[in-house]
């Protein structure tokens, strides 16, 4: 009687696996953003965008200002959760790489009233930028599957090096930027 309850838990969790890796590999293809005509969508090697941003003054950026640094882009919003986790963690590693020419750089997709007043309550020390509403910024550097937070790093060079979805822990940033560091 003993085995044969082994023996049904061992069952259900090969097919919940079973599941699981089903679903997986045939609902990820359901989650592709659709890219609009003549976008291209960065990949690792490719050149950055040149993205002209305002801060949170208002004040017009764009991403070359920050040539010659690695720079961490990490597109975020006030309403998620996991992005708002990891910005202490980010703004930690900002401030501990800076002397190794590290920025990190914050892109928030989000009105930008949210945003001033999230940072009223949680300052931090790296550049913030807006896209507002508009996805398109995190869609032109390869997140095709809209998720937040979604970081990209770029090369002193302009190249972009790394891409990824989700939230870091830091042992998973301090893996991410060490080569490049």
Not at 99 to 110: P, Q, R, Y
Not at 130 to 150: C, I, K
Request: hydrophobic residues 45%.
């Amino acid at each position: 009687m003993l085995q044969r309850s082994h023996l049904a838990i061992v069952a259900v969790a090969i097919l919940g696996a079973l599941l699981g890796l089903f679903a997986s590999t045939h609902m990820n293809g359901y989650a592709e953003r659709p890219v609009p005509p003549g976008m291209a969508v960065l990949k690792v090697g490719d050149q950055r965008a040149d993205l002209e941003l305002s801060d949170v003054e208002g004040k017009p950026r764009r991403l070359s200002e920050f040539d010659g640094k690695l720079v961490l882009l990490n597109f975020w919003a006030t309403w998620c959760g996991p992005c708002r986790e990891e910005m202490p963690l980010l703004d930690a590693t900002h401030e501990k790489f800076a002397d190794k020419g590290l920025l990190v750089v914050g892109i928030a997709i989000d009105d930008s009233d949210a945003v001033r007043d999230f940072l009223k309550d949680y300052p931090i020390r790296y550049p913030i930028l807006l896209a507002g509403e508009d996805e398109d910024a995190s869609l032109r550097y390869g997140d095709t599957r809209g998720v937040l937070p979604y970081s990209v790093l770029i090369g002193r060079d302009g190249r972009l090096i790394a891409q990824r979805a989700g939230y870091f822990s830091e042992e998973s940033l301090g893996d991410w930027l060490e080569p490049h560091l």
